[in-house]
């Protein structure tokens, strides 16, 4: 068998689609690294500027009510290997107590693309390049594995030879995944290099093993390919039909399945109607609160001349009284119990509108989306881009965990506003006789989760992925047998 | 003898296993693009119109005085849809969908007399908007089913595969000899060759096109003009000049190659690389290798905005107020001075921004010229009137727009005896309301000359690139020993 496979890397090694496939991939790799590695650096730069120029604003409020907490996403260094939505979904968001976080917000900032026309470009990341280039690579290995010997003769004469049908077709599968992995090795390997040279990531040990789980899956995926090749190959008597054959099936498997599937699945699946109703669900709860407000007295309302204040006037959003005349003083207590029943309302209704919009969230863009991850896992590739993204942390959950947590900051928050009876303080409004002082608020520390979480996303669609090979190796072989009983 | 070849060659074409596959792959794109944009069209055309009539009955609020529509602008001025997305999406969806004539909001400006005046107020023209689809997308990235892809995917891979093994197949199995053996110039044999296959492509994508018409038209979406007919009429003419790029590159690398499957190997790798991979990361690699200055970049707008506020307190902006006092007083003079000056700045600013974010892309989208496929798709957009080249378009009926409604704003106050005609400071112009009939509307007018002008010029680099792969396919087959 040893010689086999030496035989079938020897060949393949001195061949040029090889020398073909090594320039191309390392190439176009390294190309889209040193582009994506500066682009990170620019939104890095982006997310610290604006880390510092909120941490500033944060804490600078002089009452309770008048802070406005503005957070922001980093952006995931692994984002080079796996767009994903990292760089669509928005990566600045406002923390309020009338409203939970959550992706679909419209006061939610992205601060990636300045140029709105950049959305133009495509953006292909390092795994878009091996999806595409190591899958057809993968096939132009595989289309005369068995149908070329045939063809030419070659493979009588090895099968006269006491060598079993399974060690042949094994050989050539390990000889081939050897040299594949030889441009994948060296291009995944001088992307990583480069990425150091560079020296804006700072990989973690959780980084490392999630690139290791891109790797190995890159392989998987591969593999995969190789042995769709290799069944072709083996069924067909001709190198050219075969070679036909594979092309027709890269194309389908690669670039019209996925996007047929998206296509339809975006189109027929409507969501508007309901989230439209959703809306008009959530604006009228806002209208109950707003005439349920209403019809309470606001002991200061209309009477600012007589205070000194600063912020939104007329509303219980936001003020900064610096200085309340000594007749106001009796009105106090109502003042404060007013704001306490206000506030304390506005939190419930957000809280109600949230259950409203997380249900129809699920219902629709959620849902929609589910449908199109389901139907991309009908195709090899689709499985191979769902899985590096699940081990990016760039996917669908990967970025609603930074909401989820920012959900839980908010709740976090608005427990410290209770344990300080914040609501019901005179520095809720008031900054007269002191200010609010922030030293002992819980503050955001969000870190992406651990790399065993990114490997339980990602392990059901790589077993996927990994159960398609053996069943590909045994139909190849059942055929490979029937052809040459 | 060359009718005759062009039979044979035809005849094999078309009873072959490929062409049955490419026929079910044409067929099957055609009816997945009939259902994606049944009804797409409607529903483009009523959002248009819904989102249009709201921004002029926002027009029609605030025309109770001259001065509120000096302050406030035309509003959004929204990009009309194109009837042809079905052939080319051109990326819409990832484009602004509309420029936004509005105020620069109410500096709170300084006190004088009682009165507090803005330091900031006139309308400018903001381009800057950010496409409709945004952070709130989750759906996975996908390209759209069109014309588009249909040709310049699919139909360029089936131009090799119909083409790799139409020398390199015959040299193997030996029938080029015999062929040649007869008195038949391999000029003709080539060209025979050429025809067959340009001849059966272009009839599958022909076909496959009236019957995603059909489809369109008989489920109502379709409902097209003389225009709209004379722009298909134009892609018709683009398709086939494309085909021929890729039937010239398959003949030949098939006239160098020894046999078939090595053809196609080299031919499937040319082609990954030159329709997949340059037009989806060579702009963006060029791009991203010296990005424009963004707006977060460009705090220049804000020195030069304080520096004209500067120079003006220096004269003595603060000393006085603007009034109605005939006639008009230099305090009134210089506050209308000063307020174009800012005017005119910001708007040279979003200009000069909105230039620059241009140029960023036409230099990427002129590095993918290096690709038959980027090319085309240009083209075909051109024509469809949907993508970048459109949307320059639109910006430019924005800016002329821009520019008739100052005129508009200055004939209504030029109209008006009482006022001191001293633009655009509150108390030098007309205070009178203004009647919403008689204010020019945006209307974002296309212009086929402008579409079939880039076509033409994108069809000529298409020719261009044609004939020297055609030129070469020759010289090669004449070389080549057989």
Request: proline letters at 4%; hydrophobic letters at 45%.
């Amino acid at each position: 068998m040893w010689t086999l496979i030496q035989r079938e890397i020897l060949t393949n090694l001195m061949t040029f689609r090889f020398f073909v496939a090594v320039v191309a991939c390392v190439a176009l790799v390294l190309a889209t690294t040193v582009v994506l590695t500066n682009d990170y650096a620019r939104r890095l730069a982006n997310y610290n500027a604006a880390v510092t120029k909120h941490s500033q604003r944060n804490f600078s409020a002089k009452t309770y009510s008048y802070q406005s907490l503005w957070l922001d996403r980093a952006p995931n260094p692994l984002s080079i290997f796996s767009q994903g939505l990292d760089k669509r979904a928005a990566n600045t968001l406002k923390l309020a107590r009338g409203r939970v976080p959550h992706l679909w917000e419209d006061n939610y900032f992205s601060t990636d693309y300045d140029n709105p026309f950049r959305h133009l470009l495509a953006e292909l990341d390092i795994v878009a390049i091996f999806q595409l280039l190591l899958s057809l690579l993968a096939l132009v290995f595989a289309y005369d594995a068995i149908a070329g010997e045939r063809e030419a003769g070659t493979l009588r004469l090895m099968l006269a030879n006491p060598v079993s049908r399974g060690t042949i077709l094994f050989s050539k599968y390990v000889g081939a995944m050897v040299c594949l992995l030889l441009p994948f090795l060296l291009s995944f390997l001088l992307a990583l290099l480069c990425q150091m040279l560079i020296g804006v990531i700072q990989w973690t040990v959780d980084d490392y093993l999630r690139i290791g789980g891109i790797f190995a899956t890159s392989l998987v995926y591969v593999s995969t390919f190789y042995l769709i090749g290799l069944l072709i190959s083996s069924a067909t008597r001709h190198a050219a039909t075969s070679l036909i054959l594979s092309v027709f099936v890269w194309i389908v498997f690669t670039l019209i399945y996925p996007n047929v599937s998206l296509f339809m699945v975006n189109r027929l699946i409507k969501t508007e109607e309901k989230v439209e109703q959703a809306n008009r669900k959530i604006e009228q709860l806002w209208e109950h609160f707003h005439r349920e407000r209403k019809k309470q007295h606001n002991p200061l309302e209309g009477r600012n001349p007589l205070v000194h204040s600063s912020g939104w006037h007329g509303t219980d959003a936001g003020k900064n009284c610096t200085y309340i005349a000594p007749e106001f003083e009796p009105q106090i207590p109502a003042v404060k119990a007013y704001y306490q029943s206000v506030v304390t309302r506005r939190i419930q209704t957000a809280e109600k509108t949230w259950r409203e919009r997380k249900q129809v969230l699920a219902d629709t863009y959620i849902r929609k989306s589910n449908i199109a991850r389901n139907a991309l896992r009908f195709s090899p590739a689709g499985l191979y881009q769902l899985t590096t993204e699940a081990w990016a942390g760039t996917g669908l959950r990967g970025v609603e965990d930074f909401f989820t947590h920012m959900r839980h900051y908010r709740q976090t928050v608005l427990n410290y506003f209770d344990d300080k009876k914040a609501f019901s303080s005179r520095q809720w409004f008031a900054s007269d006789r002191g200010e609010v002082r922030w030293d002992d608020m819980p503050r955001c520390s969000y870190r992406r989760p651990r790399a065993v979480e990114n490997a339980t996303q990602a392990l059901p669609d790589l077993l996927l992925l990994v159960v398609l090979n053996p069943l590909l190796f045994l139909a190849t072989f059942l055929i490979f047998i029937k052809k040459e009983m | 003898m060359t009718w005759h070849l062009i039979k044979r060659e035809l005849f094999e074409q078309l009873s072959s296993l490929r062409f049955c596959l490419a026929t079910l792959l044409t067929v099957g794109l055609m009816v997945v693009n009939a259902i994606g944009y049944i009804d797409a069209h409607r529903t483009q055309q009523t959002d248009y119109r819904q989102k249009t009539t709201a921004a002029l009955q926002e027009m029609e609020r605030r025309c109770d005085t001259l001065y509120n529509l000096v302050i406030s602008g035309p509003g959004q001025l929204y990009k009309k849809p194109s009837n042809l997305s079905f052939c080319a999406a051109g990326s819409e969806d990832k484009l602004p969908d509309a420029a936004a004539g509005r105020g620069a909001g109410w500096g709170m400006g300084p006190k004088i007399n009682g009165v507090v005046y803005s330091t900031s107020g006139l309308w400018r023209m903001d381009y800057n908007i950010q496409p409709p689809l945004t952070g709130k997308d989750i759906f996975p990235t996908f390209l759209k089913i069109d014309w588009v892809l249909i040709l310049t995917v699919v139909f360029s891979c089936l131009a090799l595969v119909f083409t790799f093994d139409a020398i390199s197949g015959e040299i193997e199995s030996g029938t080029l000899r015999l062929t040649l053996s007869n008195a038949v110039p391999r000029r003709t044999l080539l060209t025979a060759k050429f025809l067959s296959a340009f001849v059966s492509l272009s009839l599958l994508f022909f076909i496959g096109a009236l019957m995603n018409l059909l489809l369109l038209y008989l489920s109502g979406t379709l409902q097209l003009t003389t225009e709209e007919c004379s722009r298909i009429a134009g892609i018709f003419v683009v398709v086939p000049i494309y085909l021929s790029v890729f039937i010239a590159l398959g003949l030949l690398v098939s006239s160098r190659a020894n046999s078939a499957a090595p053809s196609l190997v080299i031919l499937l790798l040319l082609w990954t690389i030159w329709v997949i991979l340059i037009p989806a990361a060579l702009g963006n690699i060029v791009s991203g290798l010296n990005p424009a200055q963004s707006r977060r970049d460009s705090s220049r707008r804000h020195i030069v905005k304080n520096q004209t506020r500067e120079r003006y307190l220096a004269r003595g902006l603060l000393a006085a107020a603007p009034s109605r006092t005939h006639p008009p007083t230099s305090a009134t003079q210089l506050w209308a001075e000063f307020l174009n000056e800012d005017r005119h700045a910001a708007e040279r600013s979003n200009r000069e921004l909105l230039q620059t974010q241009i140029r960023e892309i036409q230099r990427a989208q002129n590095v993918n010229r290096i690709s038959p496929t980027a090319i085309a798709q240009s083209a075909l957009e051109a024509l469809a009137g949907t993508g970048f080249q459109r949307h320059l378009q639109f910006l430019k009926n924005v800016d002329n727009y821009g520019k008739q409604f100052n005129d508009f704003l200055l004939d209504t106050d030029r109209a008006d005896l009482d006022s001191l005609h001293v633009p655009f400071v509150r108390e030098g112009m007309s205070d009178k309301p203004v009647t919403f009939a008689s204010i020019p509307k945006f209307e974002d007018k296309t212009r086929l000359e402008d579409a079939f002008s880039v076509a033409m010029q994108e069809g000529m680099l298409l020719l261009l690139f044609f004939l020297v792969l055609f030129v070469a396919a020759h010289v090669s087959f004449q070389n080549r020993d057989i």
